[in-house]
């Protein structure tokens, strides 16, 4: 099967690719770096050309409402290219519960990106995972201050990238889903909690500041970034991957 993997230099997309060439499939990264541009539209066509599934593995390089305008664009382009292409499934990678977050404006931009492909001309699935475990130091460094960092309890369910890889390499191998896969990993943690695990396993000066007010996280309602009924559970734990850096 040939699939062509936007985004695939990237944390995700570089470990999408390795899975599936494994697997025995062609799978061919896109990115910036090899002249692709999906806001331009430059290389698009070529780039999904003879391609049998497309993997979107883009961030917007923001978090602000300008997010938004990237994740229409991207997808526009994208979408229009595939369906010239005549490629028959398109895949993403979203957020567990981002729907269910509209005081972000990230996550609002994410939204509007699972629309669009619900609504495009090609066969999808969308993979939804928990925060990634690998994410954890920007998180801690978004609300440090000097040696004080500032974390809401938020319920958390960490997830290793390597298993959101093999996840969506899985899921672009086989026939679309039209809905949505939640991923997400064993334990469930408030980010408060999380901070302070991480700090310590790092040997970090500092100390952990319960504080619902403080980061991006504070506007989550209840427990909406945890696995919902009927997820996937991977099988490594936050403490084991820790202690395994």
Do not use: C
């Amino acid at each position: 099967m040939n699939i062509a993997v936007i985004g695939g230099t990237g944390l995700i997309g570089s470990q999408v690719v390795k899975n599936l060439n494994a697997a025995g499939h062609q799978a061919v990264p896109h990115s910036q770096s090899t002249g692709v541009d999906i806001i331009t539209g430059q290389g698009l066509e070529e780039a999904v050309s003879g391609a049998d599934v497309v993997v979107n593995l883009t961030n917007s390089p923001t978090f602000d409402d300008a997010s938004i305008g990237f994740f229409q664009a991207s997808m526009d382009n994208l979408l229009t290219a595939s369906e010239k292409g005549g490629v028959g499934h398109f895949v993403i990678l979203s957020i567990v519960g981002v729907d269910q977050v509209p005081g972000l404006d990230y996550y609002r931009a994410k939204v509007l990106q699972e629309d669009l492909l619900k609504g495009g001309p090609v066969p999808y699935s969308i993979v939804r995972a928990t925060q990634f475990m690998e994410f954890m130091d920007a998180t801690l460094a978004m609300t440090t201050d000097g040696d004080t960092v500032r974390l809401p309890r938020t319920p958390i369910q960490p997830i290793a990238a390597a298993e959101v890889a093999a996840v969506v390499a899985e899921v672009a191998a086989g026939a679309p889903l039209n809905g949505v896969l939640d991923i997400s990993g064993p334990d469930v943690y408030p980010l408060d909690e999380l901070g302070r695990l991480t700090l310590t396993a790092k040997g970090r000066a500092g100390s952990v500041v319960t504080d619902d007010a403080a980061g991006m996280f504070a506007v989550v309602p209840g427990d909406v970034l945890t696995a919902p009924d009927g997820a996937r559970i991977t099988a490594t734990h936050y403490t084991d991957w820790l202690a395994g850096r």
